[in-house]
Protein backbone atom coordinates (compact mmCIF):
# COMPACT_ATOMS: atom_id res chain seq x y z
CA UNK A 1 0.00 0.00 0.00
CA UNK A 2 3.04 2.47 0.50
CA UNK A 3 4.02 1.66 -2.91
CA UNK A 4 0.93 2.88 -4.57
CA UNK A 5 0.50 6.07 -1.89
CA UNK A 6 4.16 7.05 -3.16
CA UNK A 7 3.13 6.80 -6.93
CA UNK A 8 0.25 8.53 -6.41
CA UNK A 9 1.64 11.49 -4.60
CA UNK A 10 4.09 11.19 -7.83
CA UNK A 11 1.73 11.68 -10.69
CA UNK A 12 -0.13 14.69 -8.45
CA UNK A 13 3.55 16.46 -8.30
CA UNK A 14 3.99 16.06 -11.73
CA UNK A 15 0.67 17.36 -12.61
CA UNK A 16 0.78 19.94 -10.62
CA UNK A 17 4.26 21.22 -12.06
CA UNK A 18 2.41 20.39 -15.44
CA UNK A 19 0.32 22.79 -14.68
CA UNK A 20 2.32 25.29 -13.57
CA UNK A 21 4.45 24.74 -16.63
CA UNK A 22 1.93 25.53 -19.02
CA UNK A 23 0.66 28.50 -16.56
CA UNK A 24 4.09 30.06 -17.23
CA UNK A 25 4.20 29.08 -20.83
CA UNK A 26 0.91 31.12 -21.48
CA UNK A 27 2.45 34.17 -19.61
CA UNK A 28 5.47 33.66 -21.67
CA UNK A 29 3.33 33.63 -24.71
CA UNK A 30 1.25 36.92 -23.37
CA UNK A 31 4.11 39.13 -22.13
CA UNK A 32 6.98 38.35 -24.27
CA UNK A 33 8.81 40.90 -22.80
CA UNK A 34 9.01 39.93 -19.40
CA UNK A 35 11.40 36.84 -18.29
CA UNK A 36 9.30 33.91 -16.65
CA UNK A 37 10.99 30.85 -15.24
CA UNK A 38 9.14 27.77 -16.48
CA UNK A 39 9.77 24.88 -14.09
CA UNK A 40 10.52 22.00 -15.99
CA UNK A 41 12.98 20.51 -14.13
CA UNK A 42 11.03 20.05 -10.81
CA UNK A 43 8.85 16.77 -12.33
CA UNK A 44 10.88 13.43 -14.65
CA UNK A 45 7.56 14.67 -17.05
CA UNK A 46 7.94 18.46 -17.26
CA UNK A 47 11.58 17.70 -18.27
CA UNK A 48 10.81 15.05 -20.83
CA UNK A 49 8.29 17.38 -22.57
CA UNK A 50 9.75 20.43 -22.22
CA UNK A 51 10.72 20.38 -26.16
CA UNK A 52 7.16 19.13 -26.65
CA UNK A 53 5.76 22.35 -24.70
CA UNK A 54 8.24 25.05 -25.23
CA UNK A 55 10.81 23.83 -27.87
CA UNK A 56 10.77 23.41 -31.59
CA UNK A 57 7.58 21.38 -32.42
CA UNK A 58 4.07 21.00 -33.09
CA UNK A 59 1.92 19.49 -29.77
CA UNK A 60 -1.51 18.05 -29.63
CA UNK A 61 -2.62 17.46 -26.40
CA UNK A 62 -5.91 15.24 -25.68
CA UNK A 63 -8.59 15.86 -22.63
CA UNK A 64 -10.52 12.95 -21.71
CA UNK A 65 -13.69 13.68 -20.00
CA UNK A 66 -17.17 12.58 -18.86
CA UNK A 67 -20.43 13.26 -19.31
CA UNK A 68 -21.69 11.62 -16.05
CA UNK A 69 -22.84 14.25 -13.76
CA UNK A 70 -20.84 12.30 -10.69
CA UNK A 71 -17.99 13.15 -12.24
CA UNK A 72 -18.77 16.64 -13.35
CA UNK A 73 -16.12 18.45 -10.84
CA UNK A 74 -13.18 16.64 -12.89
CA UNK A 75 -14.44 17.29 -16.06
CA UNK A 76 -14.47 20.94 -15.17
CA UNK A 77 -10.76 20.40 -14.14
CA UNK A 78 -10.16 18.58 -17.29
CA UNK A 79 -11.83 21.63 -19.43
CA UNK A 80 -9.84 24.51 -17.59
CA UNK A 81 -6.78 22.80 -17.87
CA UNK A 82 -6.61 22.00 -21.72
CA UNK A 83 -8.26 25.72 -21.81
CA UNK A 84 -4.86 26.78 -20.39
CA UNK A 85 -2.66 24.20 -22.72
CA UNK A 86 -4.43 25.73 -25.37
CA UNK A 87 -2.95 29.40 -24.99
CA UNK A 88 -0.21 28.73 -25.30
CA UNK A 89 2.41 29.56 -28.51
CA UNK A 90 5.33 27.99 -30.12
CA UNK A 91 7.10 28.78 -33.11
CA UNK A 92 8.21 25.90 -34.82
CA UNK A 93 11.22 26.07 -37.58
CA UNK A 94 12.47 23.60 -39.88
CA UNK A 95 15.41 21.93 -38.32
CA UNK A 96 18.24 21.76 -41.58
CA UNK A 97 22.15 21.25 -40.90
CA UNK A 98 23.51 24.62 -41.84
CA UNK A 99 25.94 22.48 -44.74
CA UNK A 100 23.17 20.83 -46.57
CA UNK A 101 21.03 24.42 -46.63
CA UNK A 102 24.46 26.20 -48.04
CA UNK A 103 25.01 23.43 -50.69
CA UNK A 104 21.34 23.51 -51.50
CA UNK A 105 21.29 27.37 -51.93
CA UNK A 106 25.17 27.14 -54.03
CA UNK A 107 23.22 24.08 -56.12
CA UNK A 108 20.28 26.60 -57.17
CA UNK A 109 22.31 29.65 -57.99
CA UNK A 110 24.96 27.11 -60.53
CA UNK A 111 21.67 25.74 -62.07
CA UNK A 112 20.37 29.56 -62.32
CA UNK A 113 23.71 31.34 -63.53
CA UNK A 114 23.68 27.83 -65.89
CA UNK A 115 20.33 28.96 -67.63
CA UNK A 116 21.24 32.57 -67.74
CA UNK A 117 24.02 31.83 -69.58
CA UNK A 118 22.43 29.64 -71.62
CA UNK A 119 19.63 31.95 -72.53
CA UNK A 120 22.29 34.84 -72.64
CA UNK A 121 24.05 36.32 -75.49
CA UNK A 122 25.80 33.13 -75.73
CA UNK A 123 28.67 32.02 -74.17
CA UNK A 124 31.71 34.11 -74.53
CA UNK A 125 33.94 31.38 -72.81
CA UNK A 126 36.01 32.07 -69.56
CA UNK A 127 37.55 35.62 -68.97
CA UNK A 128 41.22 35.58 -69.95
CA UNK A 129 44.14 34.52 -67.38
CA UNK A 130 42.37 31.92 -66.14
CA UNK A 131 40.33 31.30 -62.86
CA UNK A 132 42.40 33.13 -60.82
CA UNK A 133 41.80 36.62 -62.49
CA UNK A 134 37.73 35.65 -63.20
CA UNK A 135 37.91 35.50 -58.85
CA UNK A 136 39.04 39.24 -59.06
CA UNK A 137 36.31 40.23 -60.86
CA UNK A 138 34.20 38.64 -58.56
CA UNK A 139 36.00 40.53 -55.39
CA UNK A 140 34.97 44.23 -57.32
CA UNK A 141 30.89 42.02 -57.93
CA UNK A 142 30.22 43.40 -54.44
CA UNK A 143 26.11 43.68 -54.12
CA UNK A 144 25.05 44.14 -57.77
CA UNK A 145 22.68 41.51 -58.95
CA UNK A 146 23.19 38.46 -61.34
CA UNK A 147 21.70 40.94 -64.50
CA UNK A 148 24.00 43.88 -63.62
CA UNK A 149 26.89 41.22 -64.14
CA UNK A 150 29.11 40.78 -67.63
CA UNK A 151 29.12 37.65 -69.48
CA UNK A 152 32.78 37.26 -68.01
CA UNK A 153 31.61 38.18 -64.49
CA UNK A 154 28.99 35.32 -64.95
CA UNK A 155 31.16 32.65 -65.88
CA UNK A 156 33.34 33.55 -63.35
CA UNK A 157 31.30 33.29 -60.83
CA UNK A 158 30.04 29.97 -61.93
CA UNK A 159 32.92 28.83 -61.67
CA UNK A 160 33.74 30.07 -58.15
CA UNK A 161 30.52 28.09 -57.42
CA UNK A 162 31.29 24.57 -58.96
CA UNK A 163 34.65 25.05 -56.72
CA UNK A 164 32.78 25.92 -53.57
CA UNK A 165 30.78 22.82 -54.11
CA UNK A 166 33.79 20.82 -55.31
CA UNK A 167 35.28 21.50 -51.70
CA UNK A 168 31.78 20.80 -50.29
CA UNK A 169 32.08 17.40 -52.08
CA UNK A 170 29.43 17.63 -53.51
CA UNK A 171 30.83 18.07 -57.20
CA UNK A 172 28.58 20.66 -59.64
Known amino acids: KGTALKEGNSINKSLTVLGRCIKALVETAN ?30 MVACVSPAGSNEEETLSTLRYAASAKQIKTAAKKSEDPLKAK ?4 TGEVEKLRAMLASGQGRSG ?17 DRSLHELSEEE ?3 YLKELEEQMGLMGMGG
Open 31 to 60: FPKKKIQVPFRESVLTFYLRESLAGNARTT
Open 103 to 106: VREL
Open 126 to 142: PPAGGLQSGLGLLAGVG
Open 154 to 156: KVA
